[in-house]
């Protein structure tokens, strides 16, 4: 035989064996998975469609989702949650589409899937989370929000860091789970605290670090008080008792503990109002007198709307205290200057100072000792003057009154029901408190008298 027709006849063998081969092959990867071929992280290879299914069933039932918190490892496993596969309908749509044409070709690679088909008992995965030891922790701890707190030992605020605490919310965490079974994760990790009730206000917030710039910008004042002498520092180590951080970290100023603090620790340093002068009068000569409501007074509202804006800009600043109420020197120890009456209690005789001469001068009667409406001793000034005053205490009008203590009603005026003057007159036939004085004085002194007029009884 010749040898073409040798060669001839081997391939034609030759082509029936790969035809039959590739027939083969074409009919039995029609019913069977390629080899390499996973669904749904399930090896398939070789296998039909019932048995597919059946491997990827089997291995569902074994499916167990690690619930990781802070400090324990929970599961739900698949017999938890009623877990079943039922995309039977997926698994052969994907051996429909393997084009087993292409068999002696895509044998070769690997073929992952995903067969959509996971459902769950959603009342008994709800019992099973239900039950997670993350949903009962042995020590349940609510979140609490960040906070801005006073370190008493530097006089400085801080931010307290929120703290996320243990509480679960039941339907976030629950959705997290379910997504989590039906996706076939096997771990699930609440440390991102994702799933936790959060607290209202974190450490970084803006709100939480924009009322920390403000507290510090308060905290950096000095105010630095300075008159005649006389100093006192504001700083940090009282302003922050000045300071209420209230809800949503508002912060105010407590008006009430400012105007208690300007009263009992600036005032006491500013103020001579009440205290002891010596005089030297070209009228009674030399005495020393206290009390009263003359001098140098700090103004409590005043000095605390100041104190506030200085406490807002955040600066050192150097300044007086706002004053309610001044006098003639800023002489602490001496502020009454050389013009004022001088009205002798003892002599019952007062004289008016001017520049350091006595200008006018009159006798005088005074609250009755004997009744207890002695007059009260004391500098003063005249607080106002006025016509034709209705006295409190007499049923009478009087035509020029000069009150230098209205609280108590005290005052100079006019006593036309008197024929004399001076003596001890005031020891059993007194006034009510006020000094009275002859017609005449009276509406000379207040025609020369202002408003202001320091008054000195002793």
């Given at each position: 035989m010749k040898k073409w027709k040798i060669t001839g006849i081997i391939v034609a063998i030759a082509a029936v064996i790969l035809t039959a081969v590739y027939l083969a092959g074409r009919y039995y990867f029609m019913n069977h998975f390629y080899p390499k071929t996973t669904v749904n992280g399930v090896e398939v290879g070789y296998?039909?469609?019932?048995?597919?299914l059946s491997e990827v069933r089997d291995n569902l039932r074994k499916y167990v989702l690690n619930i990781k918190s802070s400090d324990k490892t929970m599961v739900i496993s698949a017999n938890n949650c009623g877990l079943e596969y039922t995309g039977a309908d997926q698994i052969k749509k994907l051996l429909e589409d393997q084009q087993e044409e292409y068999w002696f070709r895509d044998v070769f690679s690997r073929h992952d899937h995903e067969a959509?088909?996971?459902?769950?008992?959603?009342?008994?995965?709800?019992?099973?989370?239900?039950?997670?030891?993350?949903?009962?922790?042995?020590?349940?701890?609510?979140?609490?929000?960040?906070?801005?707190?006073?370190?008493?030992?530097?006089?400085?605020?801080?931010?307290?860091?929120?703290?996320?605490?243990?509480?679960?919310?039941?339907?976030?965490?629950?959705?997290?789970?379910?997504?989590?079974?039906?996706?076939?994760?096997?771990?699930?990790?609440?440390?991102?605290?994702?799933?936790?009730?959060?607290?209202?206000y974190h450490a970084a917030d803006e709100i939480v670090q924009n009322a920390k710039k403000t507290l510090d910008t308060y905290m950096a004042t000095v105010i630095n008080y300075e008159d005649s002498g006389c100093t006192y520092t504001l700083?940090?180590?009282?302003?922050?008792?000045?300071?209420?951080?209230?809800?949503?970290?508002?912060?105010?100023?407590?008006?009430?503990?400012?105007?208690?603090?300007?009263?009992?620790?600036?005032?006491?340093?500013?103020?001579?109002?009440?205290?002891?002068?010596?005089f030297d009068s070209p009228g009674s000569g030399r005495f020393s007198?206290?009390?009263?409501?003359?001098?140098?007074?700090?103004?409590?509202?005043?000095?605390?709307?100041?104190?506030?804006?200085?406490?807002?800009?955040?600066?050192?600043?150097?300044?007086?205290?706002k004053y309610l109420q001044d006098a003639a020197l800023k002489d602490r120890t001496y502020d009454?200057?050389?013009?004022?009456?001088?009205?002798?209690?003892?002599?019952?005789?007062?004289?008016?100072?001017?520049?350091?001469?006595?200008?006018?001068?009159?006798d005088f009667v005074s609250g009755d000792?004997?009744?207890?409406?002695d007059t009260d001793k004391g500098i003063y000034m005249i607080e106002k003057k006025q016509r034709n005053y209705a006295m409190r205490e007499n049923p009478v009008t009087v035509s020029y009154w000069l009150p230098f203590n209205l609280d108590l009603g005290e005052g100079?005026?006019?006593?036309?029901?008197?024929?004399?003057?001076?003596?001890?007159?005031?020891?059993?036939?007194?006034?009510?408190?006020?000094?009275?004085?002859?017609?005449?004085?009276?509406?000379?002194?207040?025609?020369?008298?202002?408003v202001g007029f320091p008054v000195v009884i002793h």
């Open positions: 296998k039909t469609k019932k048995d597919a959509k088909g996971m459902k769950i008992n959603e009342e008994r995965l709800r019992e099973a989370v239900n039950n997670l030891y993350c949903l009962n922790p042995d020590n349940p701890q609510p979140p609490v929000d960040a906070g801005i707190v006073l370190d008493e030992e530097k006089k400085e605020y801080v931010i307290i860091d929120e703290i996320i605490g243990n509480t679960v919310e039941p339907e976030t965490f629950y959705a997290a789970v379910e997504k989590a079974v039906l996706s076939g994760d096997k771990t699930l990790d609440m440390t991102t605290n994702a799933y936790y009730v959060q607290p209202k700083d940090k180590e009282n302003i922050c008792k000045f300071i209420t951080l209230g809800d949503e970290f508002k912060i105010s100023f407590d008006k009430e503990v400012m105007k208690q603090f300007i009263s009992d620790t600036i005032s006491p340093v500013f103020n001579t109002v009440g205290k002891s002068r010596t007198i206290s009390g009263g409501t003359y001098g140098w007074q700090v103004g409590l509202l005043d000095e605390r709307a100041a104190m506030i804006e200085d406490i807002k800009a955040g600066q050192t600043v150097t300044r007086e205290p009454v200057g050389n013009s004022y009456i001088d009205a002798s209690i003892s002599d019952q005789h007062l004289w008016v100072v001017e520049k350091g001469k006595v200008t006018m001068q009159s000792s004997s009744k207890g409406r100079f005026h006019d006593a036309t029901w008197r024929k004399s003057f001076g003596g001890r007159i005031y020891t059993y036939n007194g006034s009510h408190g006020c000094i009275n004085l002859p017609p005449a004085f009276a509406k000379k002194l207040y025609e020369h008298i202002k």
